[in-house]
């Protein structure tokens, strides 16, 4: 079947410490996005990827990176200097319909300790 | 700033109908999306409008009046598993989706 999976489903972290969540889609879609979700607020777009090796930074990038080296993969590296990285962290695809809805993987679930 | 104004929460009755609304101020606006997400999940996506009026799929409809900056989505006969957060999302001028911060859904019996 299609789909997004995103692994790990929970990660701790000590704190200084680098993560990689990964991401990856089947369903042929060019655009790609990592958002991050808290309590209480709206989804918060952190890269957004439109074509194989080329990301742009959303609104809070900082602390964090990405690549999109392969169409179907788009891994999010939450680094030390990312200050409160605890969080449910959202990857989506979206691809050529008229709508242009996004399709989401699972979830990743960060928990720095 | 772009904003989208959802109610935090809402209670309704198993079989009932509830109406969840949305408002917006955004710079420009390319379509307004609702998405569904159960607790610890994924958001799925429940409906696309981009011009006024009512779109209906089954026991959900959603409406947009972009005059006012308003929507709703109508969910109909409800049920336990419709339990869920509801998600209002806008595609601005750029094209990039600015996201309410959810209304959840609580089903009682």
């Known amino acids: 079947d299609g789909g997004i999976t995103q692994s790990p489903k929970y990660l701790f972290r000590k704190e200084g410490q680098n993560v990689t969540l990964s991401c990856e889609q089947n369903?042929?879609?060019?655009?790609m996005y990592w958002y991050r979700q808290d309590p209480g607020q709206g989804l918060r777009l952190i890269y957004y990827s439109q074509i194989v090796n080329d990301f742009q930074k959303g609104d809070i990038a900082e602390g964090y990176s990405v690549s999109r080296e392969k169409k179907e993969s788009f891994p999010l590296t939450v680094t030390s200097a990312q200050k409160n990285p605890t969080a449910f962290y959202l990857c989506?695809?979206?691809?050529?319909?008229?709508?242009?809805?996004?399709?989401f993987g699972e979830g990743s679930r960060l928990t720095v300790l | 700033g772009q904003n989208i104004d959802q109610p935090t929460e809402m209670t309704a009755t198993e079989g009932a109908i509830v109406q969840i609304n949305c408002t917006y101020q955004?710079?420009?606006?390319?379509?307004l999306f609702w998405y569904q997400q159960h607790a610890g999940e994924a958001p799925t996506f429940l409906s696309y409008?981009?011009l006024d009026g009512l779109e209906e799929k089954g026991r959900f409809s959603s409406f947009l009046s972009r005059s006012k900056g308003y929507s709703y989505l109508l969910l109909k006969e409800l049920q336990m598993k419709d339990s869920a957060s509801y998600l209002c999302a806008v595609k601005d001028s750029n094209y990039q989706l600015i996201w309410g911060a959810g209304t959840k859904l609580i089903i009682k019996p």
């Open positions: 369903l042929n879609h060019d655009a």
């Open positions: 955004t710079s420009g606006f390319n379509g």
């Open positions: 989506a695809s979206s691809g050529l319909s008229h709508t242009g809805e996004l399709f």
């Open positions: 409008n981009v």
